[in-house]
C-alpha cells in the first residue's frame, strides 16, 4: 500500500528526519486560516498517491492567506494521472540550495534491498537516470547489516550527497525497516539556504502484509496504477493485468500460475492472473469474465479449473449463470478436471453457447486458447 505525502512525512519525522511544518485539509475555506497558522506564505500540495503533481501544476507557492485558499480550491478541483485531488497539504515554504534524491527500495531481481541516490533530485530526475545513469548511485544493501553510518557514508560518497546526508541515509533505512516499508522515497532531499537537510516530499510503499500497516493506517483504499486492477480490486478479485492476449482464470494460484506458463509454452501470452480461489459462485465468476473481457488486448478466455473442495459442477453452474449476465465477445475454453467434472462438462455443453469451448486437459485447453487467440483479428 503507497502512503500519502503526509503520512509518509509523518514516518520521516517521527525517526528524526527534518520535515518542514505542514497540516492538511480536504476544505479551501480552511486553507486560509491553515496558511496563516504556518506564517503566511505556503506551498499547496496535492494529496494524490501517484507522482509529478509538481509538473501536474498541483504544487504551488502561494504567497498570502488569500491566495492559499484560491490555490487550494483550484487544486482541490484537479484531477492528476486519474487521482482526483481530495485534501490538500500546505506547508512552510523552504528556500532551497540543492535537491537530492534518495531511496531504499526492495529489488526483486537481485534478491536484496538498493540505495538509489543521486545529488541531482528534483522532478527531473527520471530524465537524469535516463540520460545520465552514471549520475544515480545504486548500491546494493544487505538486509542482514542493514545502513549503518559506514555504509551510509559509502552511499552518500557514490551520489556526490553532502556529508550531513550521512545522518539521514541512516533514519530512512530505519523508517523502511521498522514500518515494514518495501520502498522510501525522498525527492527531494533538500539543502535549505541556511544549510539544513530536509525532505520536501516524500513516498513511503508499506508491505500489505505487515501487521503494523493494518493496525495504523487500517483499511485504506489499495492504489492500482491499471485501471482494470482498481475495478478487479473493488470486486474483492484476486486480479493482477499481464500484457498478453490469452484472458486467465483459474482456482488456486499455484494452478493459475502454472496456466499462465503452459499458455506461454504455447507461444500466446497471458492476459492477466485471476485467481478465483474456492468461490466459482455465478458472481465471482460473471466479475471475472467481465474484468478480462473489458481489456481490449485479450483474444480468447481460458478458464482452468481443478475440482477439489469446490466441485466442477458447481463451476460449471457459475459459467452458465455468468453467461447471462456478461455478454461474451471473445471464445472461452473451459477445462474442468477432479471433482464431479464429468457433471460439470455436462452443464456446459447442455448450455451449449456456441463461444464456449471444452477441453479436458489443461495442455489442450492452453493449446486451444493460444490458437484462438493467435487466430483472432486483433480489433
Ligand atoms: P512531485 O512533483 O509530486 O514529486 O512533488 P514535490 O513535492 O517533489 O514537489 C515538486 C517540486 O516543487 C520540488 O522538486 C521542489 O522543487 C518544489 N517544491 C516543493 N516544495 C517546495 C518548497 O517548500 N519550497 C520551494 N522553493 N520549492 C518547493
Ligand atoms: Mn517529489
Known sequence: MDLYEHQARELFAEHGIVVP?????????????????????????????????????????????????????????????GHPVRAVMLAEPVDIDAEFYVSYVLDRASGTFLAIASAEGGTEIEEVAAARPEAVARIPVDPAEGVTAAKAAQIADAAGLPPEAVDVLVRLWAVLTREDAL?????PL?????????????????????????????????THDDPLEAEAAAKGLNYVKLDG??????????????????????????????????????????????????DPAVRSVLV???GGITACDAVADGIVQALDRVHLTKPLVVRLDGNNAARGRALLDARAHPLVHQATTMDGAAQQ???LALAANPS
Open 21 to 81: 511544518r505542514a497540516e492538511v485539509t480536504d476544505s479551501a475555506a480552511r486553507a486560509r486560516g491553515i496558511a496563516r497558522g504556518l506564517g503566511g506564505r505556503v506551498v499547496v500540495k496535492a494529496q494524490v498517491r501517484t507522482g509529478g503533481r509538481g509538473k501536474a501544476g498541483g504544487v504551488r507557492l502561494a504567497p498570502d492567506p488569500a491566495a492559499a485558499e484560491r490555490t487550494a480550491r483550484r487544486i482541490l478541483g484537479m484531477e492528476i494521472n
Open 183 to 187: 520502498l522510501v522515497e525522498v525527492n
Open 190 to 222: 533538500v539543502r535549505t539556504t541556511t544549510g539544513q537537510l530536509a525532505a520536501l516530499d516524500g513516498k513511503v510503499t508499506l508491505d500489505d502484509n505487515a501487521r503494523f500497516r493494518r493496525e495504523r493506517w487500517g483499511a485504506q483504499e489499495a
Open 245 to 294: 492476449e490469452v484472458g486467465v482464470i483459474g482456482n488456486g494460484a499455484g494452478l493459475v500460475m502454472a496456466t499462465l506458463d503452459v499458455v506461454a509454452g504455447c507461444g500466446a501470452r497471458p492476459a492477466d492472473f485471476l485467481d478465483i480461489g474456492g468461490g466459482a459462485s455465478a458472481r465471482i465468476m460473471a466479475d471475472g469474465l467481465h474484468v478480462i473481457l473489458s
Open 304 to 306: 482452468n479449473v481443478f
Open 369 to 371: 486458447a493460444a490458437a
